[in-house]
């Protein structure tokens, strides 16, 4: 899979990292390729990563959105 990474070239790629592995591996020569190497830990808060909160543009009158995105995280979770 990595030397299928350092082949890339004017494209977006993204790729599952469950252990950082592939990361650690990878980063510093796709940076150098010119890529824009981020990170998303959704396990790890705090972390170096980048964030995504499915939360901050909802207001009071979003129910059936919030409703929504409450059950997918239940179901995520195994509380379903």
């Known amino acids: 899979f ?3 990474l ?3 070239q004017d494209c977006s790629a ?7 592995e592939i990361h650690k591996k990878t980063a510093s020569v796709m940076e150098k390729k010119g890529f824009d ?3 998303f830990n959704i396990m790890n ?6 964030s995504f909160n ?3 543009d909802l207001t ?3 129910y059936d959105n919030i409703s929504r995105i409450v059950s ?3 179901k995520a979770s195994g509380f379903d």
Do not use: A, H, K, Y
């Open 2 to 4: 990595i030397p299928n």
């Open 6 to 8: 350092f082949q890339l």
């Open 14 to 20: 993204l790729v599952t990292d469950v252990d950082g």
């Open 37 to 39: 190497v981020r990170v």
């Open 45 to 50: 808060e705090g972390s170096d990563g980048d």
């Open 54 to 56: 499915p939360f901050d």
């Open 60 to 62: 009071l009158d979003s």
């Open 72 to 74: 997918c995280m239940m």
